[in-house]
């Protein structure tokens, strides 16, 4: 007989809660006893050799009660711990096990003891949980279980599912051995490898599904749940070794998160990018037109630096592709090398170094310099620019600066008028102006001629700031005394060779685009810019975008929010209104930011709708993206 029931048959361990029970239960009864870890340990080694089918479940059973010496008193702290521990994403669809509550069963080689108190509040009865049931002392030690209950045997699931004769199709969600052999042996129809907590991958090899959360098996069969897209499906790509961090947090999120270490070619990038949601880059990937053509799904770029001139972010913006970067995390390290490399430059210190180790002693004082008392001038008085003049002010340093913009003095800094008059009275110059493209060979031969004869330059900024080979002849004819460059106009998209007219000039400090690389910087940004990218794809959060209309949203409660980017042309507006008015919604909240080319309006709305509404907003002419979050 044909039916369209469905049964959706849970494992407990690892599935239902994120831990193993017995592992927790042994935590609680060793507590005092010294040789806890080492009998944790092979209480856990006893469990996955069960889980994995090495040894039967009967005697994996056996061995760990008899390392466990409980006691029924310990139960109550067991349930409580359990309770601390059910899954994220079981914890967020209790919807689904209200409303299939009657299609739901646990089948565990656990203890129904424990098993019940926990998913009696996912709506699941006790007649509904299969499972075994300790056997106690006298005095509330436990013995052993009940052995004639067939889940304390090997392939127990197996006979367990045949005895309760369901009708309908059996789906069997877990993560070891005894729930994906159910399928092998023909009992269930489907097993979806549940990897939330755990991935074996004789489990995962042996599974109709992987489903590395419970959206993604609601998603895959089509139930309601709590969230409209299961992260897993959105995918990440991360590429020049951003730090672990990000790749951690990200993950633990729900996304899919791949990385890769150096750049890549705008054609190896092409090739990539069409499933990709969202990518991550650092100063050495080109993100140009043709590679946001090619992106189909992609929503987010975020920079994991300062700069963003390496993506087309008018390309873009008009394809609703929203752009972030790390604004602030990586100064401090900037503006420490500047000072580090300001005293190594005025001290000869490289130069004496690498004489030393060509084998001379040349002890002088000629041309070596304290910074004391002596003119630093920067150029670009922004967020390191400033931090700078703090700093090489509690050096000592009388700090001049000059900025295309009216900047506010820190400290005892002077503004000058004019780069030349800044030029002109500097010992050292250091450049700390944006990428904008007009700064294009900004410094060139006329600025280094007004500079101080024998005053030094440093250019951690841009390569394309500074006129190379001006400064090369510059530093040859001895007019300027020392140069430190960390940044190229051509730079390697991966570590290895690399040539500059720069190299071997006396007194010039060379470094690889590094004044951002500390472990500090690299952490922050990775705790920053994922922040960004989660607010955007969790809940539409455009602050701090830099191609886009900021927005901060409320946080999204109990409600579904429509997120519409669309062209900024008359009337768009109006026809999203008249969609919404028609299908009469109970709009509880919209906001609306736009510049010049692009709107991004979001409305929140009551749960209940007429799905055909998003249909009809997805067609609005002038429609360049449209999502919905809930
Ligand atoms: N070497 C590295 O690893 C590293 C790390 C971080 C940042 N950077 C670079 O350092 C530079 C400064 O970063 P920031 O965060 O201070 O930027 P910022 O945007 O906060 O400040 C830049 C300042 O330069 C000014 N400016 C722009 N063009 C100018 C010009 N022609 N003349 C004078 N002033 C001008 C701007 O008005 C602004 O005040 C950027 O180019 C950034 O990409 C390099
Ligand atoms: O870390 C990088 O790749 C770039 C560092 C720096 O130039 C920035 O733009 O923040």
């Known amino acids: 007989m044909s039916t369209n029931k469905r049964n ?50 009967t005697e994996s059973l056996e061995r760990r009660i008899k390392l466990l010496k409980a006691n029924k008193a310990d139960l109550s702290g067991l349930i409580k711990a ?26 565990s080689c656990g203890f129904k003891e424990f098993i019940d108190p926990i998913v009696k509040e996912y709506n699941i009865p006790t007649e509904r949980v299969y499972a075994n049931t300790f056997e106690f002392a006298k005095d509330g030690e436990i013995i052993g279980f009940d052995a004639d209950n067939v889940l304390s045997k090997h392939n127990g699931k197996i006979q367990c599912l045949k005895d309760m004769n369901l009708t309908g199709e059996i789906q069997v969600i877990g993560d070891g051995y005894s729930d994906y052999v159910t399928r092998e042996a023909g009992v269930a129809d489907k097993f979806f490898a549940y990897t939330e907590n755990v991935s074996r991958v004789k489990t995962t090899e042996n599974a109709d599904h992987i489903a590395p959360n ?40 729900g996304f899919a998160v791949e990385t890769v270490s150096k750049s890549l070619s705008e054609d190896e990038l092409i090739e990539k990018i069409k499933d990709v949601h969202v990518l991550g880059i650092r100063s050495k990937t080109n993100v140009t037109q043709k590679v946001v053509d090619a992106a189909e799904k992609l929503m987010v770029v975020s920079a994991f630096c300062i700069g963003t001139k390496q993506i087309d972010l008018e390309a873009c913006k008009e394809k609703g592709i929203v752009v972030f970067n790390a604004p602030y995390s990586n100064t401090r390290s900037v503006v420490e090398l500047a000072i580090g490399e300001i005293i190594m430059l005025m001290r000869s210190v490289f130069q004496r170094s690498t004489e030393i180790h060509n084998g001379q002693w040349n002890k002088t004082a000629e041309g070596s310099r304290e910074v004391r008392g002596k003119k630093l001038g920067i150029v670009g008085y922004g967020n390191i620019g400033k931090q700078l003049s703090i700093l090489a002010e509690a050096l000592g340093m009388h700090v001049y600066y000059y900025d295309v913009e009216d900047k506010l003095s820190l400290g005892n800094a002077t503004k000058m008028d004019s780069l030349s008059d800044l030029l002109s009275i500097s010992d050292v110059v250091t450049l700390h102006v944006d990428d904008n493209a007009a700064n294009k060979n900004f410094f060139g031969e006329k600025e280094i001629s007004q500079m101080k004869d024998g005053a030094h330059l440093v250019n951690l900024a841009r390569g394309f700031v500074v006129d190379i080979p ?59 810019v994922p922040s960004k ?29 429509f997120l519409h980017i669309h062209k900024n042309v008359p009337g768009v507006m109006a026809k999203i209104n008249k969609i919404l008015a028609k299908y009469d ?31 009809k907003l997805r067609k609005v002419e002038g429609t360049i993206k449209f999502r919905v979050l809930y």
Not at 82 to 106: G, M, P, R
Not at 509 to 521: D, F, M, W
Request: aromatic content about 8%; charged content about 30%; overall charge negative.
């Open 8 to 57: 959706y048959i849970f494992d407990f361990d690892s599935t239902l809660t994120k831990v193993e029970a017995l592992d927790v239960l042994a935590e609680i009864t060793l507590e005092n006893n010294p040789k806890k870890d080492e009998i944790i340990q092979e209480i856990i080694d006893i469990t996955n050799l069960g889980i994995d089918g090495e040894i039967s479940f």
């Open 82 to 107: 359990l309770k601390k521990q059910v899954s994220k994403s079981i914890e967020s669809n209790k919807e689904f096990f209200e409303k299939f509550a009657e299609d739901i069963y646990v089948i």
């Open 214 to 253: 419970l959206d993604e098996f609601l998603y895959i069969n089509d139930l309601p749940r709590n969230i409209s897209y299961p992260k897993n499906r959105i995918k990440i790509l991360l590429l020049e070794n951003v730090h672990s961090d990000a790749f951690d947090k990200l993950s633990k999120d």
């Open 470 to 528: 001006a400064l090369v002849a510059a530093l040859k004819s001895g007019k300027l005394a020392g140069a430190a460059v960390d940044v190229y106009p051509e730079e390697p998209r991966k570590n290895g060779e690399f040539h500059t007219e720069l190299k071997g000039l006396p007194n010039v400090i060379l470094t690889p685009h590094v004044g951002g690389s500390t472990e500090e910087a690299q952490r922050d940004i990775a705790d920053f």
């Open 533 to 561: 990218i989660m607010a955007y794809m969790n809940s539409g959060n455009t602050v701090d975008a830099v191609n886009f209309p900021n927005i901060r949203l409320p946080r999204q409660t109990k409600a579904h929010r």
């Open 585 to 615: 919604l109970n709009i509880t909240g919209q906001y609306l930011s736009t510049d010049p080319k692009v709107g991004y309006v979001i409305t929140d709305l009551d749960k209940e709708y007429n799905i055909e509404v998003i249909e």
